[in-house]
């Protein structure tokens, strides 16, 4: 006999129940955990590339300013732009940048040359480099011959590597490189006094739109005016649907796979002398549908904290993270990960619903089916009669 | 004769499903009180019906016409809600048995148990107790298919009992048993029914119509119920 | 927002929800038409099998709908303002939505209300065996399959419609309208002043009606309570809007229901409506209990109980609505001496 618990008698009997058809339940778990694999680890990746970028982009200036005429951009006079945009009400300190994607060793880098391109939270303590010398991202330190590192196509310009950024800030250092002003403008095409652009940002973040059009009348040439929230939303779009698709490829056969487990492994004709015995016993239907709900429960619990745990290992694990970013983002580069709370909690909820809704449901209607016959006809199923 | 007590039959017919109408039905007309406190026993030869009335009065079969009232209450027309939860106030001994062969005895008498309001120890002593009246303690953890034909029908009574039921409906309790387990098994029948239980007894076995503890005695043949009359006053 | 996971989320909800409904529907039909009770025929048993599974089917498929409007509430106020550019609240969404968003939710309401009140009438029949509800409930049941669609239907056009939306203005419309159009701000605010006066008046009537349910459950109309509850949360949705909002975010001119959800304000929308839906949803019970109590006088004692029951849950959810709208601004009294639009 069992030892006493404190356990409800109808989830000890499940679990008996469990114990009593092994393989099946075992096939259960394994279909619902891979399940939650797979959901979890495609919508964790994208919460998380989301997360990582709004933190880097957490100091981002609000509106960048560029000039453009026929041929596309063009260099900024600075002393020009920095007094346009400082008549405009509700713009707080305008910065001239300097920086351009140039061709490096291995396909193009972006240089940098003034410390408001690259956001203090990517920093983290590095020294600025001084003349002759560069920071570089993790993707430009891989190709590197003896620390040195050559620029430019027609102004070719060598520098030597004193630091590369932290790998995780990737998602925004992967391809920089950080120099003085001095030795990049000749690789940017500027001479000085020019700036690539201007980065403003604003007293009200909600003004942002009515500014727009007040900035670009104030400047003597034609500007672009690239603002905060549509390149968040873009990207917040783009994570959001990477995510999305690889739910939406696998997840759909996997959902009806675990439909199909389900439906044989709590159905059986065999056990509907069972269910007529406890009819008989005075099981209602609804006790029925509570000690399978309980199995169900028994078995789809661990097997979801399994699925989760492995996806979480998966998406933020450093060795197995980098596997994941090429299956999920199908071969970019992979940025060191952040997760936030809140997109944790949000996870939890879509899988709860994805996941555990349908298997729900399944549960209940093959148990509804198998069970809701009158006790004699169910009795009659038993091999006796 | 107090009608609110105890299981009444109100001119019960019954006939199966799919059978010729021109076919004489199982029962015909059957008038009766099980009354509550009493041990009744219903005799009649095989094929005429015992068992079929047994799941007519636990409310597993529907009567083509007439009532089974327990309690003042016509159960037989209440809707499966109400009748499901209306059987934890029974104990069946069915003739077949229907144990579940691959649980342990006590895992058998656990499950009438499970979806009452009780704690899980109270549910161990009962088992407990239960065994020990079916002389079966030494058991207890055996699986139902290791134990003997006698020592399963004794196993079906303690389940049919484990959950102190109102109404005990034993359908041929002493097939297998030898003359002292038969005594055994009508005493024990005898003491529930002294505690208020209404206990009926479907059986042809001879050892029982001269037992002493019966109070009322019926015969079940060509499908009318005859020995009602005698201790009973018009329902 | 197609490829919104979240979005996939609440149509899996709606789906299963969906389907378990439709399955106890189409056993309710059969309940609905043909019911014949103390009736022992073939056909007469495999209704009340039918009736039975019936009723367990619609509280599942009462639970999985509702876990799906919760979903899709949880999108508007929380999520999906981050897929639509200009928007910061749910206010955005809907603006993003069109007509068809406010018709969804609508939709939705209406058909988990009718659910619920199937519900209420579902514990009462089960309460004695007689089943003389079974066929109201079915019929109860099958009433909310239009409603049930119509939300279906308007929640996928809103849904698609904010795939191609442009750039919405969101609560800062709300600013432009209440700072620059002087003459209807008047009237606003003399509506508002009388949503707030209704809502405290209808609010202590509600009070006091309800401890007189508890004391004498069998006595006074149903109906009353229920018409005073419906119009209560109107006025008190506008009350709080218009004023009892301006505390939460500590600005006057800003009357956004929605931003009450973000996570910058504690998420209290979602206490706070929630109080008003309890308190709907359970004067609605009481209606239905009262009703039930004065036809079938078998049940008038399970309906007695259920009219306490409700009455308990309608106070329990006035005294925490009413500490989450009024807190704020009291604390704000007490802190400044005045209110916030300078008022002593
Ligand atoms: N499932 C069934 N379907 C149709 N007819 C049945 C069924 N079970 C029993 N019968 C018939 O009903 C009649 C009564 O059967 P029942 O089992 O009640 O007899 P009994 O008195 O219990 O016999 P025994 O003493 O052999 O157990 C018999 O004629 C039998 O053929
Ligand atoms: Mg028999």
Same mark, same amino acid.
């Given at each position: ?92 300190? +305008? ?7 140039? +061709? ?282 | ?163 102190? +039921? ?70 | 927002?197609?490829?919104?996971? !979240? ?180 009237? !606003? ?156």
């Amino acid at each position: 006999m069992m030892p006493g618990t404190r356990y409800p008698p109808m989830v000890i009997w499940a679990a008996r129940d469990i114990q009593r058809h092994c393989g099946r339940s075992m096939l259960l778990f394994a279909c619902l955990a891979s399940l939650v694999f797979l959901t979890a680890m495609a919508l964790l990746f994208s919460q998380a590339l989301d997360a990582t970028w709004e933190r880097l982009m957490d100091q981002a200036p609000d509106l960048v300013v560029r000039r453009i005429d026929g041929g596309g951009w063009a260099p900024l006079p600075v002393d020009v732009a920095m007094a346009c945009a400082k008549k405009i009400p509700g713009v707080i300190d +305008p910065t001239p940048r300097l920086w351009g994607v140039v +061709p490096g060793p291995e396909g193009p880098v972006t240089v940098v040359a003034s410390i408001a391109v690259v956001p203090e939270s990517m920093l983290k303590g590095i020294p600025p480099p001084s003349a002759g010398q560069a920071v570089v991202g993790q993707g430009v330190a891989r190709a590197l011959s003896g620390g040195r590192l050559s620029l430019g196509s027609n102004h070719s310009v060598t520098v030597s590597v004193i630091h590369t950024f932290p790998a995780d800030t990737g998602l925004a250092t992967h391809d920089l490189v950080w120099m003085t002003p001095d030795d990049a403008r000749p690789l940017l095409g500027l001479v000085p006094g020019q700036a690539s652009d201007l980065a403003v940002h604003l007293f009200r973040r909600e003004e942002e739109r009515a500014i727009q059009a007040d900035l670009a009348a104030a400047f003597p040439w034609p500007v672009r005016i690239t603002d905060r929230s549509t390149s968040a939303l873009n990207h917040h779009t783009r994570a959001v649907r990477s995510g999305g698709i690889a739910v939406v490829a696998g997840i759909p056969a996997l959902l009806a796979l675990l439909l199909i487990i389900t439906g044989t492994v709590v159905d059986n004709t065999a056990r509907q002398a069972y269910w007529g015995l406890l009819k008989s016993m005075g099981w209602t239907t609804a006790d029925m549908v509570r000690l399978q709900v309980s199995r169900a429960m028994i078995v789809g619990i661990p097997a979801v904290v399994l699925g989760l745990a492995s996806a979480y290992a998966a998406v933020f694990y450093p060795p197995a993270a980098g596997i994941t970013a090429f299956w999920v983002t199908g071969g970019q580069h992979l940025p060191a990960l952040t997760l936030v709370s809140s997109g944790a909690a949000m996870v939890m909820i879509e899988i709860a619903a994805m996941v555990g809704l349908p298997f729900l449901a399944a549960v209940f209607l093959t148990t509804l089916r198998a069970a809701d016959g009158s006790p004699w006809t169910l009795l009659q199923a038993d091999p006796w009669n | 004769m107090e009608l609110n007590a105890g299981l009444v039959c109100r001119g019960l017919n019954f006939r199966w499903p799919g059978k010729n109408a021109d076919e004489p039905p199982v029962l015909e007309a059957v008038e009766a009180v099980f009354a509550q406190g009493t041990v009744s026993l219903v005799t009649g030869n095989t094929g005429s019906g015992k068992s079929t009335l047994m799941h007519l009065l636990a409310g597993l079969l529907h009567p083509t016409a007439g009532e089974v009232w327990a309690d003042g209450q016509p159960v037989s027309r209440w809707p499966s809600r109400h009748r499901d939860p209306w059987r934890r106030q029974v104990g069946i001994v069915f003739q077949h048995l229907a144990l579940i062969p691959d649980l342990t005895v006590g895992e058998n008498l656990l499950l009438p148990m499970i979806p009452r309001p009780i704690t899980w120890s109270r549910m161990q002593e009962e088992i407990r107790r239960q065994l020990e009246d079916a002389g079966l303690s030494a058991l207890a953890d055996a699986p139902t298919n290791t134990l003997s034909g006698g020592q399963r029908q004794r196993l079906a009574i303690a389940r049919a009992l484990v959950a102190r +039921p109102r109404f005990v409906l034993a359908d041929e309790p002493t097939a297998f048993q030898d003359d002292h387990h038969a005594a055994r098994i009508c005493a024990q029948l005898c003491d529930i029914a002294r505690e208020g239980a209404v206990v009926v007894i479907g059986s042809h076995d001879p050892r029982l119509r001269s037992f002493d503890g019966i109070d009322r005695r019926f015969h079940l043949a060509s499908a009318t119920l005859t020995g009602a009359a005698v201790n009973q006053g018009a329902p | 927002m197609i490829w919104h996971p !979240l979005t996939w989320a609440f149509w899996v909800a709606a789906a299963t929800g969906g389907l378990l409904y439709a399955t106890g529907a189409v056993q309710a039909v059969d309940v609905m038409l043909n019911w014949t009770p103390a009736h022992a025929d073939i056909d007469q048993l495999r209704r009340e099998r039918h009736a039975e599974s019936a009723a367990l089917l619609g509280h599942w498929a009462l639970g999985f709908l509702t876990a799906a409007a919760l979903l899709g509430l949880v999108g508007v106020a929380l999520v999906w303002h981050r897929m639509v550019p200009g928007a910061m609240c749910g206010t955005g969404v809907l603006q993003a939505m069109g007509t068809d968003g406010s018709r969804a939710m609508i939709f939705w309401g209406v058909s988990l209300l009718i659910l619920h009140g199937w519900r209420v009438l579902d514990g009462l029949d089960v309460q004695r065996p007689q089943g003389v509800l079974t066929r109201t409930g079915a019929r109860l049941m099958i009433s909310a399959a239009p409603f049930f669609l119509l939300a279906v239907f308007y929640s996928w056009q809103a849904l698609m419609r904010v795939e191609t939306v442009p750039t919405v203005s969101c609560c800062a419309a709300v600013y432009d309208r209440v700072l620059s159009g002087a003459s209807e701000s008047a009237a !606003l605010k003399s509506l508002a002043a009388i949503c707030l006066w209704f809502s405290l008046a209808g609010g202590a009537a509600l009070l006091a009606l309800m401890v007189l349910k508890i004391r004498f459950p069998d006595r006074g109309s149903g109906a009353m309570p229920a018409i005073i509850a419906v119009l209560w949360s109107f006025a008190a949705t506008v009350a709080l809007k218009q004023v009892g909002s301006a505390y939460y975010y500590q600005v006057l001119s800003h009357p956004c229901p929605w931003c009450l959800f973000l996570p910058d304000y504690y998420g209290a929308g979602f206490f706070i409506f929630g109080g008003v839906a309890v308190v709907v949803m359970e004067s609605i019970a009481i209606w239905l209990a009262d009703r039930t109590r004065r036809r079938y006088p078998v049940l008038a004692g399970p309906a007695g109980k259920r009219i306490q029951r409700s009455a308990w849950g309608i106070v329990t959810a006035m005294i925490g609505f009413t500490m989450l709208a009024l807190g704020p601004a009291i604390a704000w009294r007490l802190r400044t001496g005045v209110w916030l639009n300078g008022s002593p």
